[in-house]
């Protein structure tokens, strides 16, 4: 059951990502982050209050750290999947698993304990060898500069998944740290708003605006999902099952915006995918009973 609440929860994130691709035809990247920060400021805050969450933290300067490097990550997300392939956006951003694995092994070899980190190395290896293949022949070379924004955005989500690890670990709830997050989210959109062009709602057209609350429930109800998948604990198969989303974006991809990705492309999104997942195997070892990835 908790491996279904996992995959409900990357069907969720991957429906997201449809809504900022639609919506990323009228809006900016930072309104897009603003507009889902806000939502998801009031869809946490409910359900704060329901649970009888506070909002008082012992650690704010954790939560602060925590949603500087989760926003610049989602913002890099969401302008990959603007200017990418949906399958390619996501698969990128899903790199996250395997940059973990690379902190592991630098941090071992830093510490001279590398002797035991060579599968560990394999699945990095790999994982960046699968970058290349899904990258070359899939994106326009104007497309290069997003391809490595969304490369970047995986870097950021391993760093931001490593901080809600400790954060875990500090006693901090889940819902508070997903509603902290949320509030940086609202922050840091609205001031990139201010030093780039706002669209004004003449020229937004009401397919992308419909959009507009969606993404932000939908990102709650992933996170929620999310939390109930790990409610008795991040066992392996619950870990692996959120590559699922890859799936879910791949047939929202070329059923919803026919986007064309060749073979080799393809090759490369499986091999992310099985690196991804060894990854998760093995880093299990050294850092058991951690979150996914959040979007």
Not at 28 to 39: A, C, P, Q, S
Request: aromatic share 12%; charged share 10%.
């Amino acid at each position: 059951m908790q491996a279904l609440w996992m995959i409900l929860a990357s069907f969720w994130f991957a429906t997201m990502a449809v809504g900022i691709k639609f919506a990323s035809n009228s809006f900016t990247t930072f309104e897009l982050v603003f507009y889902r920060g806000v939502v998801s400021v009031v869809f946490m805050a409910i359900v704060m209050r329901g649970r009888g969450t506070a909002l008082r933290t012992p650690v704010p300067m954790m939560h602060l750290w925590r949603s500087g490097i989760g926003v610049v990550s989602l913002g890099s997300w969401f302008f990959a999947i603007a200017h990418l392939p949906l399958a390619t956006a996501m698969t990128l951003n899903y790199m996250s698993g395997v940059w973990v694995a690379a902190f592991i092994v630098g941090g071992a070899l830093l510490y001279g304990k590398a002797e035991r980190q060579g599968p560990l190395l394999g699945t990095v290896l790999m994982g960046f060898a699968g970058v290349v293949m899904t990258l070359r022949p899939t994106i326009d070379q104007d497309q290069l500069f997003a391809g490595v924004v969304g490369l970047l955005s995986g870097l950021g989500a391993a760093l931001a998944y490593m901080q809600v690890t400790a954060l875990g670990k500090a006693g901090e709830p889940e819902d508070r740290t997903v509603f902290y997050f949320s509030v940086g989210t609202a922050i840091v959109g609205a001031a990139g708003m201010l030093f780039t062009n706002i669209t004004p709602w003449a020229a937004v057209r009401w397919q992308d605006a419909a959009w507009v609350i969606p993404i932000g429930i939908l990102a709650s109800l992933g996170q929620w999902c999310m939390t109930r998948a790990y409610s008795k604990g991040a066992t392996l198969v619950v870990a692996s099952m959120q590559y699922s989303g890859i799936v879910f974006s791949v047939a929202y991809g070329l059923v919803l915006f026919g986007d064309h990705i060749a073979p080799m492309g393809w090759a490369g999104i499986g091999v992310i995918v099985v690196s991804g997942i060894l990854a998760t195997i093995l880093r299990s070892r050294v850092l058991p009973n951690t979150p996914a990835e959040e979007h």
